[in-house]
């Protein structure tokens, strides 16, 4: 592969290294995925999200996963945003107020319940409201419920989005932001993890 | 909402055909345009509500859709397809999307004949005992779904002593890491309905 895309950047992955080879059998992948984030941070149309929610929303989520280069680039792209690097050290704050442990909630009810776990239902803390005004604490919250409570979702969940003010279209396109980054920091802890043990591998085999 | 009178929600994992009913508007079939259509990548896609919901963004859409189809379609070498169709069975089995995990049960199903494994991860969940190289990729898939990311060099040595190969283990992460993609999107922009 030429030029590295944002999941070699993140997971550390150098062209012609030996994860660099697999992920070029998996070509039509590595480009969508790419794609995908330049469409979600590099929109043609950001008039229902701005680029300003999407970094703080990015910022905040990544976050969530705990201190790794994913969490530092996002929250670096929210600090580059003119409107944006205002809300860093928020975002920061709620980050830690938001920390626990997932997936939990609850299943419908029935033979499942048995599996209902409890857990933290995160609400933005009343003194940062105003600094995050209501379409962000919105899409705060409900982003702390799609990352670790993705099963307790319900309709009413979508009535809140749309009464602070986001439309169909915006949550779709935040809902596709979260999810995408749960796939992201995913895949490029995966390759990490397994770049590392290719490290230790190929030490072994020399002696080393 | 209308949509409310007709919800008829599974309350267990099962391995049947379900439907799926959204929350908000998806785009009317009649108002799709051509930039629509590349966005659903398959036109078929047009009659699904699912689809028509998430090409209100058809760039993300289409980027998502010719994502999930290599990591999972490109047998070509690599994870042989039912165990691709595991990692995101058990993965929706454990973050709770029982409309996900309906659909990649029946695909873990057919492709791998082994119909009542595959049940008793349903049924039991991601604890269920599959034999070595199975239990492997639902470890690893369950590790790389927590938040925080549990998936660690355990994992790696597990799968590698359960016999796969490197490419294989990224296989194993491409298909259990774009699950919690689609997970949260079914579960939380709509509902199944037997």
Known sequence: MGTKDIIDTLAGIEPGSALDTIRARRLQARENAQKSYLSLFEPIDASDFSLAERAAVAAFVTGLHGESPVAAFYREKLAANADGAALVEAIKAEIERGKTSGPYGDFPAGPLSVENKAGLIYRVSTERRPALGARLVAALEHTHLLEFRPRDAASSDMKALLAAGWSDTGIVTFSQLVAFLSFQVRVVTGLRVLGASLGRTANAASGA | MSAENKVNPPVVFTQDELGWVSWIDPLPEAELTERHFSGLVDRARAKSEYFRLLVRDPEVLEARTKTDKDIFYNTADGLPRAERELAAAATSRYNGCIYCASVHARFASTYSRRRDDVQRLLDEGVGADLGERWNAVVK????????????????????????????????????????????????SLGEPSK
């Open chain 2, 140 to 187: 690893a898939s369950v590790a790389l779904a927590a938040t925080p990311i549990a998936f660690g060099p355990d994992n790696i040595e597990e799968l590698r002593r359960a016999g796969l190969d490197d490419a294989e283990i990224v296989d194993v992460i491409n298909g259990a890491s774009f699950f919690n993609w689609a997970n949260r999107l079914m579960l």
